[in-house]
């Protein structure tokens, strides 16, 4: 016997026409009283704005060590010839690799840092497994920047994530300055989905993991909101981290400084929340994109 | 009898490579004790930094003046169809209108301003004539930005200014936020003239009012030039004013926000100073982007 489980669409996407959807999910799904890491204050502040800063979630001494690794990755020509590694169009250097966790031990050690995944649990209220991973470089020098979307459209149209019960960290090994084309995000906008406009073309991963295509927001919708919520740039040192809902509108500008801007970005998603058939697109995207392996971080 | 007046070229730049010539010329021209509208205290800080920021240039209601005047000539077709409009390459929509001054009685108006004018003759210590006038309007949504230059290079280059005895002020007619791509300087770049390597092309100045090209610093020389000298960005709301000097290492990111940034830019220039032939292009720009009237402003 064959058992099919439907998964309702609380979020529809990719239709004809742009459609806004009230979130249907907590934002901080562990109950206020389990301790952990993160105050519940914190907690409090993330629910609302849909972010969390951290002035220095690693220490000088460790920027240095995930420096290295990162110097070490993108200079390899086996890492430049796989496919995880995604080649910025000007400079035709590596502007980010995926999958960063299963590539170097250095970057799955911090993965499972207590003050890494620990945070994750917390605010998810479960076990909780890596949906991607990545270290980015963002050149000076002119390197473009990414155009305003919301993770989460993109992780249930194409990947498959039912729910809004996942979290990510950016940890910036280089300094963020006002300059470098620095993290953008509108707060409060994790509350609402945009349902955007247009259909999924089959090999969309390829173009949008350099620039926003399907998934981008009516220029509308993007006034409604920044109206509505604002935007805040963040800055920071090397070693602070941003913690950012799923659902976050988010962006940066382009880079003209000599400054580059480095992070590691991890993506944690609830064991509670395992991706299932993509929700709005024909094809799942690879697993170095989309995790297809559930294993909870331990 | 014909008499030919050589003038000695200060700023030697468009060679075979790159060189850097200290300043030879003051920064301040008037001398301390003149009175006018800038603080001694004003002074200093321009002749160290090269810039000066006015919170509060021109009030509110004024703002609204210009911001209406701005509308005006952007919409209309006339304008769009005159040379002296530059459209923006992507959107189609007018990025800069040239010659403001001579155009629209309003902004020829705000030129003659005391708060405006006053300050250049002071700076500068002479009369002055507008070398240049426009407004800006970068629009939201991806406009793109200006990379790093020194205004004097092209000035010098292009338009043949002999010496730095020129002074620019950007007058904000939108809020310049963190976000929307505004005006990033290096303070006290202005003390040492970059003279950029490559020759300067018969027709240069299209290509570059949209994009720079010719004129352009080499990564290593901005890098070194950041690191000495950082970079600030300016923020402010409609009404404030940044002043800088003419040969000011600028330039600004591209703006993805929804917020337009518009503003009245006007380069006051010497009338000691007046231009003669470019030292570094085979042929003089046009009038309305380097002026040959040399009339000062009464």
């Known amino acids: 016997m064959t058992t099919t489980t439907r998964v309702t669409d609380l979020y529809p996407t990719r239709g004809a026409t742009e459609v806004v959807t009230p979130r249907q999910d907590p934002v901080v799904w562990g109950s206020p009283d389990t301790p952990g890491p993160v105050s519940a204050g914190d907690l409090q502040a993330l629910d609302r704005d ?13 920027v240095e060590v995930y420096k290295r690794e990162l110097d070490r990755l993108v200079t390899d020509p086996a890492i430049r010839a796989d496919e995880r590694s995604i080649v910025e169009p000007k400079s035709q250097e590596i502007r980010s690799v995926f999958e ?101 073309p089959k090999d969309n991963y390829k173009k949008s993991l350099q620039m926003q295509d399907a998934g981008t927001p009516s220029d509308e919708a993007l006034t409604k909101m920044a109206s509505e919520y604002g935007i805040k740039l963040f800055t920071g040192k090397a070693g602070s981290a941003t913690w950012f809902d799923c659902n976050c509108m988010h962006g940066s500008g382009d880079n003209i400084t000599p400054y580059p801007r480095s992070n590691v970005f991890i993506v944690f998603n609830s064991v509670e929340n395992a991706a299932v058939e993509p929700f709005a697109a024909p094809i799942r995207r690879p697993e170095f994109i989309g995790a297809r392996d559930f294993t909870p971080v331990k």
């Open 50 to 62: 849909g972010f969390l800063a951290v002035d220095q979630l690693i220490g000088p001494d460790e």
């Open 100 to 200: 960063v966790h299963k590539i170097s031990e250095v970057f799955a050690k911090l993965v499972r840092d207590e003050r890494v995944v620990g945070r994750a649990r917390q605010i998810l209220g479960s076990d909780v497994y890596v949906h991607q991973s990545r270290i980015n470089v963002k050149p000076g020098f002119g390197a473009s920047g990414f155009y305003w979307h919301s993770d989460f459209e993109t992780w249930h149209a194409e990947d498959g994530l039912p729910n809004m019960r996942t979290i990510s960290v950016s940890i910036a090994l280089t300094e963020n300055y006002d300059t470098n084309g620095g993290l953008m995000i509108m707060p409060g906008s994790h509350k609402t989905f945009l349902g955007c406009a247009g259909e999924t």
